[in-house]
């Protein structure tokens, strides 16, 4: 039973507030239109087929080309030390399956171990990170562990050489974040006409919304 409350909940005290609109392509969700456009702006004038830095021109970000590129770089940044950081794929996954139905139960050292194992085992790509989890651990999510992340917020890693001249703003960080930590979708959809139809559920609840102005 719930302890009684002395006073009244602040939420029923005033009226409900709008929602927030997220930035295009949260909802329905599509790579193309929540993540390029930050690549478009910030990254194919070097990352493309046509730049004159061979190294740059080999990480393609246009539009045909960025996602795979993405997948196959965007993870990695494995710390085994203090809080659990520990990518889960589908090997991770059984091995702590293994670990919770032991008799010594799911150990935090234990854990700690079996996922530096795995990790070490890992290409360190965001498609490592992302791909074929069907379990979460807080502090694990995909955008925590990104070397992507790592560049453009000019944290230190020693394995690579922070973006020290590309300046993202709040969105467009948040823009990656949010495309990561779901798991590197492409499209929230199985078809256009099922996109459509979550475009019309959208519009319905523009009351709702309050103006991203």
């Known amino acids: 039973m719930a302890p009684p409350y002395s006073s009244f909940p602040v939420a029923v005290t005033r009226k409900p507030s709008k929602l927030v609109p997220d930035p295009e392509g949260t909802f329905p969700f599509r790579y193309s239109k929540l993540v390029q456009p930050v690549l478009d702006k910030h990254c194919v004038s070097c990352h493309s087929p046509q730049s004159a830095d061979a190294m740059a021109s ?107 001249d590309v300046h993202l703003c709040q969105e467009e960080l948040y823009r990656l974040i949010v495309w990561m930590d779901l798991y590197a979708l492409y499209q929230g959809c199985y078809s256009l006409e099922q996109e459509q139809e979550l475009r019309k559920f959208r519009d319905s609840i523009q009351h709702l919304r309050r103006s991203s102005e």
């Open 58 to 164: 080999a990480f393609d970000l246009t539009a045909q080309n960025s996602y795979t590129s993405l997948l196959s770089f965007g993870g990695g940044v494995i710390k085994i030390d203090g809080p659990l950081y520990a990518e889960i794929g589908l090997h991770g996954t059984q091995a702590l399956r293994n670990l919770r139905n032991s008799p010594g139960g799911c150990q935090m050292g234990a854990v700690r171990s079996a996922a530096a194992a795995l990790v070490s085992n890992s290409n360190g790509s965001l498609k490592d990170l992302a791909f074929e989890r069907d379990i979460s651990i807080p502090g694990t999510a995909p955008a925590s562990q990104s070397r992507l992340l790592a560049i453009l917020m000019n944290r230190k890693e020693p394995r690579i050489e922070a973006h020290v």
